[in-house]
């Protein structure tokens, strides 16, 4: 099982350039969550889905950010247009059962310029 | 705030020495979990205690749940240099999917 995919690694952009964060959850995991983890405002849910379908945004932080998951394999969470205020490390997990044991990806690391 | 709140938010301590850490939150829980982040790593899953558990073991780690006074604390026996990392309490709540994380302690084991 190759865990939680997530791509890219790192990503370094300038202010007001289009971010796109990539995710593949675990084979048969139908919960998938978004995570941005900084060092002031620790670990925050952006959003999570279940069965595909958007549960719970209300930790978005604005309308620049936004996530789909397309199909069971797949998630992005994008933010347009980036700001500096953005740079942080953003993770995918997932769980084969709601509320049970979720598996992280490595995340990605973000810097905007 | 429904987040856990974690203490200490830094220890320090001896390797072979044992290392606890305490989780408090205020609202009804499902089920509380436990998770390790190395540095510049996703958090892996340690442990979960369900509401109706009072205490829970896994190799070195011992995880004690009371729901009376809504803390759970996390003991690590024995430590060794590699545990050092930070450690996060989650707590899931009935009727919903969402975890909410705790703000972390973090660990070092001297050797």
């Known amino acids: 099982d190759a865990g939680v995919i997530q791509s890219p690694r790192h990503e370094v952009t300038e202010m007001g350039q289009e971010v796109t964060l990539r995710c593949k959850p675990i084979?048969?995991?139908?919960?998938l969550f978004w995570y941005r983890q900084t060092m002031m405002r620790g670990l925050e849910l952006l959003i999570y889905?279940?069965?595909?379908?958007?549960?719970?945004d209300s930790g978005m932080p604005e309308d620049r950010f936004s996530a789909k998951m397309p199909n069971a394999s797949f998630s992005t969470l994008k933010i347009q247009p980036s700001e500096p205020r953005d740079s942080a490390v953003y993770f995918c997990?997932?769980?084969?059962?709601?509320?049970?044991?979720?598996?992280f990806g490595p995340g990605t690391r973000l810097l905007v310029l | 705030s429904q987040q856990g709140e974690e203490d200490p938010q830094a220890l320090s301590i001896q390797e072979g020495e044992n290392a606890t850490m305490n989780c408090s939150y205020k609202?009804?829980?499902?089920?509380l979990q436990w998770y390790r982040q190395n540095s510049g790593r996703g958090l892996v899953h340690l442990i979960l205690?369900?509401?109706?558990?009072r205490e829970k073991h896994s190799g070195r780690l011992r995880v004690t749940l009371d729901t009376s006074k809504k803390s759970s604390s996390l003991l690590i026996t024995a430590s060794r240099a590699a545990d050092t990392a930070s450690y996060f309490c989650a707590l899931t709540t009935s009727g919903t999917y969402k975890y909410i994380f705790g703000t972390g302690t973090r660990l070092k084991v001297l050797a």
């Open positions: 205690i369900r509401s109706n558990e």
């Open positions: 997990a997932s769980s084969g059962t709601p509320g049970e044991t979720q598996y």
């Open positions: 889905f279940n069965n595909n379908v958007p549960i719970d």
């Open positions: 609202t009804s829980i499902n089920n």
């Open positions: 084979s048969g995991h139908n919960s």
